[in-house]
């Protein structure tokens, strides 16, 4: 299975949903509860839907319901895990190794957190997720990323350590450049930085990042 799309109950933008899907095909599609009413309005058959539904229109989940081609995954709503986690879950069990999050932002902040803080349990697992709204794109990284201007989600990017600490962190054709910088999780220090070429290059020895590309 290559790329996965989960939509998530958070508050999702439609219009802008509509347009950020237009260019994007996906193999497998997941509703994570609520996240089916955002589906309904795009006209998208998820393959997979997943939660404890208590958020969820009985007339939409009765319609989905209806239709043996969709998995459904029920949960108890006294559950360990967040219906983005289960959703997750499932998309590593379809062998899913790149994965964007719809709807994940927008809403409850303690959900908006817990679905940042989750990307750290997939990306270890060799996932590769982003969480996409209409002003931002969250992802991972460690190592060597190259940075293009004419890829870039918006003007503004920021590193955020996930890890304690981030060792030997280079930034070259950026505005605010650093050499071999140790950054401790914590720190503001690397927000709103912008490319200053056409590309930027990351180097990092030890670490993971969370970037933030974004715009006003």
């Known amino acids: 299975m290559g790329r996965c799309l989960i939509v998530t109950g958070g508050t999702l933008d439609i219009a802008f949903a509509k347009e950020f899907l237009q260019q994007r095909p996906y193999d497998f599609v997941i509703a994570a509860d609520a996240g089916l009413a955002s589906l309904k309005h795009l006209r998208l058959k998820p393959d997979a839907v997943v939660g404890d539904f208590d958020t ?4 939409i989940l009765s319609e989905y319901r209806s239709d043996p081609a969709i998995v459904f995954e029920i949960h108890r709503p006294e559950k360990d895990e ?3 986690e289960l959703a997750l879950m499932v998309a590593a069990r379809n062998g899913c190794k790149s994965v964007d999050i719809l709807g994940a932002l927008g809403g409850r902040m303690d959900h908006a957190v817990a679905n940042i803080q989750l990307m750290y349990q997939f990306f ?3 996932m590769e997720i982003c969480i996409y709204d209409d002003r931002n794109r969250l992802y991972l990284l460690e190592g060597r990323k190259v940075f ?3 890829e870039l989600y918006g003007k503004y990017i920021s590193f955020l350590p996930v890890t ?4 030997g962190l ?5 505005k605010y450049p650093l050499n071999r910088k140790t950054v401790f999780l914590g720190t503001s220090l690397c927000i709103s930085n912008e ?5 930027g290059i990351l180097e990092m020895d ?3 990042l969370l970037c933030v590309e974004s715009h006003d």
């Open 124 to 126: 270890r697992q060799g």
């Open 195 to 199: 490319l200053s070429r056409e590309e």
């Open 170 to 174: 280079t930034l070259k054709g950026f």
């Open 206 to 208: 030890n670490g993971v």
């Open 56 to 59: 969820v229109d009985e007339d």
């Open 164 to 167: 304690e600490k981030v060792e």
């Open 82 to 84: 967040t219906d983005t």
């Open 148 to 150: 293009r201007r004419r």
